[in-house]
């Protein structure tokens, strides 16, 4: 049965970063129309179920769906652009106007949504409020490899990077990665699912230190460990 995670999202709303402001990617109604200059946009939920999904994810999703029932778990939308509101709050940061040119920002993607649907990252995210975690389940698709019939490393940072940003982007609004590291410790099979954890361990002003590891989803195998610093921005510097 495909389920969305339409309903849990909904208490998302709230989440707030310290300063007070909405995280962005959180808080947008899904599925929705938006208008976007003389523009419809359709945001569409990407981390619904779709037929390219293994049985391995669709398990691990339903789990984890079962897991927001309670509301100890939330289930994080993922869209293919950055949402009108995502770019509002980035523009203050970039001051420079030639990199928020409207009829440019309309036609940008999100990388990790820009494949067509099993060849790239096809992937889920659940957040839990109280341990501060955020799950990303995530099978990387034919297009993503690197060494013959593994994921590249890079593909496997992005994700990394994403599901650690997230945790880093629930606590502190706005932010960037300002350093990863990573040790790839298995290879990971193209086409096979893995589960990334991530968790905030300390937060040190505009500073916020998270970690994670990458696992297979039936949790025998550690494939990646990984340190992250994500900068809350600073909305008196400009970016550029
Ligand atoms: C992250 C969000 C993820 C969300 C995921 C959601 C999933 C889907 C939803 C939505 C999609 C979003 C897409 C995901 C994208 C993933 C994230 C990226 O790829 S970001 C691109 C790569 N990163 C850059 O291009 C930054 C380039 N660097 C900079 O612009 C600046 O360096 C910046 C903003 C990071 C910091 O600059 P300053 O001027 O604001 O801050 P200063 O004053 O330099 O540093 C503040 C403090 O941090 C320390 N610091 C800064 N950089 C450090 C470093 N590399 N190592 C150690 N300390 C560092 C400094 O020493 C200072 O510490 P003291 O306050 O003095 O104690």
């Known amino acids: 049965m495909l389920r969305s995670c339409a309903a849990p999202l909904r208490s998302l709303g709230a ?45 691990l ?17 993922l869209y293919k652009h950055g949402s009108l509101q995502r770019i509002q709050d980035f ?12 009829d440019v920002m309309t036609q ?22 109280v341990e501060k975690r955020t799950v990303c389940l995530f099978q990387g698709g034919l297009y993503l490899e690197g060494m013959p019939g593994f994921l590249h490393g890079g593909a496997i940072a992005t994700m990394i990077d994403s599901t650690l940003g997230m945790s880093a982007l629930i606590a502190g609004g706005i932010v960037m990665t300002a350093n990863l590291n990573i040790n790839f410790k298995r290879p990971i099979p193209l086409c096979s699912v893995v589960v990334i954890n991530s968790q905030v361990d300390k937060v040190e002003g505009r500073k916020i230190f998270v970690s ?28 550029t």
Request: with cysteine; hydrophobic share 30%; aromatic share 12%.
């Open 15 to 59: 989440l707030r970063g310290p300063r007070g402001g909405a995280c962005p990617p959180l808080c947008e109604p899904r599925p929705a129309l938006r208008s976007f200059s003389s523009e419809k946009v359709i945001y569409k939920d990407f981390s619904i179920p779709n037929p390219s999904w293994s049985k391995d994810l669709r398990l």
């Open 61 to 77: 999703f339903d789990q984890f769906m079962k897991k927001c029932e309670d509301g100890s778990w939330k289930c994080l939308p």
């Open 91 to 102: 523009k203050t940061f970039f001051h420079d106007p030639k990199f928020t040119k409207e």
């Open 108 to 129: 940008t993607r999100l990388f990790t949504s820009s494949f067509e649907e099993g060849l790239g990252f096809e992937h889920a995210m659940f957040y839990n409020d």
């Open 212 to 239: 994670g590891n990458v696992q297979s989803a039936d949790e025998k195998t550690l494939h990646s460990e990984a340190t992250g610093l994500f900068i809350q921005l600073d909305p008196d510097k400009s970016l």
